[in-house]
């Protein structure tokens, strides 16, 4: 019983760890949005990736605590991990496209609200930066038009930007 209520209190502690944890990195994002000026949009996709690692970890951590063995544990995450790679291998573009968003959302010279030419064999596309997500990248025409590119495409043409 006393070792029951110890591992509970345990798991509620470093569940409030990770919720506080949690709050300062979204408060510690907000800051570096307003001092480096990056997109919202940006901030919110890095903010759930840190969440979700956070309370993957603080899960795995209370399993330990709970009696769940490493061999048990490795075994669900393999197993897990199998499944999601052979989903991934049998849809490889989504994979190329969330790969191709993390690049765009890191390392790429134009942000929302920049307007970029992108250089096509027959027809260029003109456009606005209204979003990149983690699969397309949405641009507003000069005609008012909306047209969704995935991510993936965007790395393989060569941009135009102002």
Do not use: C
């Not at 509620?12 to 001092?35: D, P, Y």
């Not at 989504?94 to 890191?106: E, H, P, Q, R, V």
């Not at 929302?112 to 209204?130: L, Q, Y």
């Amino acid at each position: 019983m006393f070792l029951d209520n110890h591992k509970l209190i345990l798991s509620v502690a470093i569940f409030v760890v990770a919720i506080l944890l949690r709050l300062l990195i979204t408060n510690s994002l907000r800051k570096i949005q307003a001092k480096f000026g990056f997109q919202k949009s940006r901030i919110i996709v890095t903010n759930k990736v840190i969440s979700v690692v956070i309370y993957v970890t603080s899960f795995i951590i209370i399993a330990f605590i709970w009696g769940v063995s490493e061999e048990q544990l490795l075994l669900f995450i393999s197993s897990f991990l199998t499944v999601l790679g052979i989903a991934f291998f049998a849809q490889w573009s989504i994979l190329s496209n969330i790969t191709a968003g993390i690049i765009l959302f890191i390392n790429y010279p134009v942000k929302i609200g920049d307007t970029i030419t992108i250089m096509e064999k027959d027809n260029d596309i003109i456009g606005e930066i209204k979003d990149i997500g983690a699969f397309f990248i949405t641009l507003k025409t000069k005609e008012g038009k909306h047209i969704s590119l995935p991510n993936s495409m965007i790395l393989q043409k060569m941009i135009k930007y102002q």
